[in-house]
């Protein structure tokens, strides 16, 4: 049987990238989406024309069991979630939705077809417990928001799917993702949004520190996950930079690229009860298990982000806050 993958989510910022990989790797690939943010257009040429497009609501467990059925995947992606924190935190029965009973109905729609053969599951290193050090897969897990705990019990669910029926599980605790293409207003398209607009930036807590990797490598280590999950049974892997800087830091960093000079105004709408001070990866098992690191240094992901900040179907802050409250 040829190699046949289906993305969820695979329109969106990482999700886009990783089904132009799988296609460049010779999988028949379909995209479930439901086009709420991203867009088909997101993936590359030539790889967008060669890809099923198939457009349903992950929560909707009926739809993705006929989806899945249809297409007869052999692996499993599960990329779509809601993981803008503003929005998780003003709207939490969206976020458990989503990313909780979401996951619930792709995995129970992926064990009733014998074709799947691994699930990869898109997790976060919000799941582990604040600590100032770098977190490897052993280190207690113990979240600080909402978001988090949907990861948590997403990775619960996908460990008793596993122990289920026995179909390989990757899961990758990814950290902070940058590149060209955004769909969501994150720091980084936040501060290109802001410099274009003028010199004067409002944004939150500049003080915490975090581990950027570029958007290629995540989707590049996801690809690496699905291949690979087998050999494990269930497999969880970091995926991140090894890096931390502040946001004080990544605006100076783009403020340089982009040539100009920029002053800064704490904006007290922006900060956030549940900032942790530092979130950093240990990728050793990555590394191990996967031949796996990241290989794209931060100034070139702010460059390509400079080039390319937003995607067909970017939310930008004022249509998310409309967003939210309508999905209320």
Same mark, same amino acid.
Request: net charge negative; aromatic share 6%; with cysteine.
């Given at each position: $049987? ?18 132009? $990989?799988?296609?460049?790797? /010779? ?7 439901? &086009? ?11 790889? #967008? ?14 739809? %993705? ?16 979630? %809601? ?11 969206? +976020? ?39 977190? +490897? ?32 599980? /990757? ?6 993702? %940058? ?42 280590? &996801? ?20 890096? #931390? ?38 990728? @050793?098992?990555?590394?191990? #298990?996967? /031949? ?9 992901? %702010? ?17 998310? @806050? #409309? ?6």
């Amino acid at each position: $049987m040829s190699r046949r993958a289906l993305v969820t989510g695979g329109f969106g910022f990482v999700g886009s990238k990783l089904s132009a $990989m799988l296609v460049e790797r /010779g999988y028949e690939l379909a995209v479930l989406d439901d &086009l709420s943010v991203g867009s088909a257009a997101n993936v590359a040429e030539p790889f #967008a024309d060669r890809i099923s497009t198939l457009v349903a609501d992950i929560r909707n467990l009926e739809e %993705v069991e006929r989806r899945i059925a249809e297409f007869q995947p052999t692996a499993v992606f599960h990329l779509a979630a %809601v993981h803008f924190i503003p929005t998780c935190e003003t709207n939490p029965t969206l +976020a458990v939705g989503v990313n909780v009973t979401g996951t619930q109905a792709v995995l129970e729609a992926s064990s009733r077809n014998d074709s799947v053969e691994a699930v990869v599951l898109a997790s976060s290193g919000a799941v582990y417990a604040p600590d100032e050090g770098a977190h +490897a897969e052993t280190a207690t897990v113990g979240p600080s928001d909402i978001y988090g705990f949907t990861k948590v019990w997403a990775e619960e669910l996908a460990t008793y799917f596993h122990r289920s029926t026995s179909t390989p599980v /990757g899961i990758a605790r990814i950290f902070n993702v %940058v590149g060209p293409g955004e769909t969501n207003p994150h720091l980084l398209p936040t501060i290109i949004e802001q410099i274009r607009d003028g010199a004067e930036l409002r944004l939150g807590n500049l003080s915490t520190r975090r581990d950027y990797v570029f958007t290629d490598d995540v989707a590049r280590g &996801l690809l690496l996950l699905g291949e690979r999950c087998g050999e494990y049974g269930l497999l969880t892997c970091n995926l991140g930079s090894e890096s #931390a800087i502040s946001g004080s830091d990544l605006v100076e960093l783009v403020a340089r690229a982009a040539g100009c000079e920029v002053t800064v105004t704490p904006d007290p709408a922006r900060f956030r009860e549940s900032d942790r001070p530092v979130l950093l990866s240990d990728c @050793s098992l990555a590394r191990d #298990a996967l /031949g796996w690191r990241a290989e794209t240094p931060l100034a070139r992901a %702010v460059e390509a982000a400079l080039a390319q900040p937003f995607a067909a179907g970017y939310v930008t802050e004022e249509r998310r @806050s #409309a967003l939210d409250r309508t999905s209320r």
